[in-house]
């Protein structure tokens, strides 16, 4: 057992929620690796903490002996070759306490399915959305991009990047009080997207290899595995700047396979959002209706019936448009599509968008 298994990993999310976590190191690593923007030094902590997080190997899982309507409530879950446990021991005041006893393959979803939206989760009520999207930025204004995952939101992000233009986010934008803000995560990265972005000459002949090779066992296991390299920011693009938060002059939803950008309404943007960050909470979004029932809090099953509210109100006086998926896109059309995105990002601009 490692001396450090208990050694507690500090991090500030830009001051919307401070936590640490602390426990079997492989598990830390990952979660550390995912949020290392956001590490701070362990010898000035946080005064006050808004959530706990103990990560465990699932072999020192052992059922509560208390009524199933009392705390702390289980929830098994699993995820191809990963299983695992989450507890919930303490929801009703900071820090709220969250156990995570998960197997070998468990740390590469611990992050993704598990931290990332214990976080979306607890800064809701403060005013803080996170949108599954990224965020295309030009002198101090953005627009959102949201999709599924494989949609091709980092596609068009990394051709907007290399244009010059400054990084706000890609795997998740936070929305509060009018303001889209940062979220700086690694960027998952493929073969084919690595060569089409012509950013392959950044990156260490063995970082080049390793790309290469983890798309090639993908292909073998037919997608089985997500084995998508995770590369830093600055690692790909060094130098680039990275901006706090801008206003918005649009929003853009990838769904479906019509031509060119459809303007929809605000109403439907919110519940297009809804529905993409339902899925991207994974099973966390099932916890909450349960943790409900048991606790007696409503606030917790009317999660997403208030996030739908409190986006339709940010983006109500947006243009709100849907575009087909990126993935199939010639690099030439690609490039169209972000000329006529550019235009949306300048408020007075009157140009007319019907199709590429």
Same mark, same amino acid.
């Given at each position: 057992?490692?001396?450090?298994?208990?050694?507690?990993?500090?991090?500030?999310?830009?001051?919307?929620?401070?936590?640490?976590?602390?426990?079997?190191?492989?598990?830390?690593?990952?979660?550390?690796?995912?949020?290392?923007?956001?590490?701070?030094?362990?010898?000035?902590?946080?005064?006050?903490?808004?959530?706990?997080?103990?990560?465990?190997?699932?072999?020192?899982?052992?059922?509560?002996?208390?009524?199933?309507?009392?705390?702390?409530?289980?929830?098994?879950?699993?995820?191809?070759?990963?299983?695992?446990?989450?507890?919930?021991?303490?929801?009703?005041?900071?820090?709220?306490?969250?156990?995570?006893?998960?197997?070998?393959?468990?740390?590469?979803?611990?992050?993704?399915?598990?931290?990332?939206?214990?976080?979306?989760?607890?800064?809701?009520?403060?005013?803080?959305?996170?949108?599954?999207?990224?965020?295309? !930025?030009?002198?101090?204004?953005?627009?959102? /991009?949201? *999709?599924? &995952?494989?949609?091709? =939101?980092?596609?068009?992000? $990394?051709?907007?990047?290399?244009?010059?233009?400054?990084?706000?986010s890609d795997d998740f934008t936070i929305l509060s009080f009018g303001k889209a803000r940062r979220y700086v995560t690694p960027l998952r990265i493929g073969a084919r997207l690595l060569l089409e972005s012509g950013l392959s000459k950044n990156l260490t002949a063995s970082r080049k290899t390793g790309i290469y090779l983890r798309t090639a066992i993908r292909k073998i296991l037919f997608n089985y595995a997500h084995l998508q390299a995770k590369l830093e920011l600055q690692e790909l693009l060094p130098g680039i700047q990275i901006?706090?938060? !801008?206003?918005?002059?649009?929003?853009?939803? /990838?769904? *479906?396979? &019509?031509?060119?950008? =459809?303007?929809?309404?605000? $109403?439907?943007?919110?519940?297009?959002?809804?529905?993409?960050?339902?899925?991207?909470?994974?099973?966390?979004?099932?916890?909450?209706?349960?943790?409900?029932?048991?606790?007696?809090?409503?606030?917790?099953?009317?999660?997403?019936?208030?996030?739908?509210?409190?986006?339709?109100?940010?983006?109500?006086?947006?243009?709100?448009?849907?575009?087909?998926?990126?993935?199939?896109?010639?690099?030439?059309?690609?490039?169209?599509?972000?000329?006529?995105?550019?235009?949306?990002?300048?408020?007075?601009?009157?140009?007319?968008?019907?199709?590429?």
């Amino acid at each position: 057992m490692s001396k450090n298994l208990f050694k507690p990993v500090y991090f500030d999310l830009d001051g919307i929620c401070q936590f640490q976590i602390y426990g079997q190191p492989a598990l830390a690593q990952a979660v550390r690796r995912e949020l290392s923007f956001y590490q701070i030094d362990p010898q000035n902590p946080p005064i006050t903490l808004d959530l706990e997080i103990e990560l465990n190997h699932l072999s020192r899982y052992q059922k509560s002996k208390n009524p199933p309507e009392m705390p702390p409530f289980d929830f098994p879950g699993r995820h191809k070759l990963a299983r695992w446990v989450i507890r919930f021991e303490r929801l009703a005041q900071p820090p709220r306490r969250i156990k995570f006893y998960g197997n070998a393959f468990s740390k590469m979803i611990v992050a993704k399915q598990m931290v990332e939206p214990a976080l979306r989760w607890l800064a809701q009520p403060l005013g803080f959305i996170w949108v599954h999207s990224t965020c295309l !930025v030009k002198e101090g204004r953005g627009i959102l /991009i949201a *999709g599924q &995952g494989g949609t091709g =939101k980092t596609r068009l992000l $990394l051709n907007w990047l290399k244009q010059g233009n400054p990084f706000l986010s890609d795997d998740f934008t936070i929305l509060s009080f009018g303001k889209a803000r940062r979220y700086v995560t690694p960027l998952r990265i493929g073969a084919r997207l690595l060569l089409e972005s012509g950013l392959s000459k950044n990156l260490t002949a063995s970082r080049k290899t390793g790309i290469y090779l983890r798309t090639a066992i993908r292909k073998i296991l037919f997608n089985y595995a997500h084995l998508q390299a995770k590369l830093e920011l600055q690692e790909l693009l060094p130098g680039i700047q990275i901006v706090d938060q !801008v206003d918005l002059s649009a929003a853009v939803v /990838i769904e *479906g396979d &019509g031509p060119g950008l =459809k303007k929809i309404s605000p $109403l439907e943007m919110a519940e297009k959002l809804v529905e993409i960050n339902k899925k991207e909470m994974y099973g966390f979004a099932d916890y909450l209706p349960q943790l409900s029932e048991k606790t007696g809090d409503k606030n917790l099953a009317q999660f997403f019936i208030t996030q739908r509210g409190r986006l339709l109100e940010f983006l109500k006086d947006l243009p709100c448009y849907q575009i087909p998926l990126l993935r199939n896109y010639r690099s030439k059309d690609l490039l169209s599509l972000l000329e006529q995105l550019s235009f949306l990002l300048n408020p007075a601009s009157s140009v007319r968008i019907d199709g590429l």
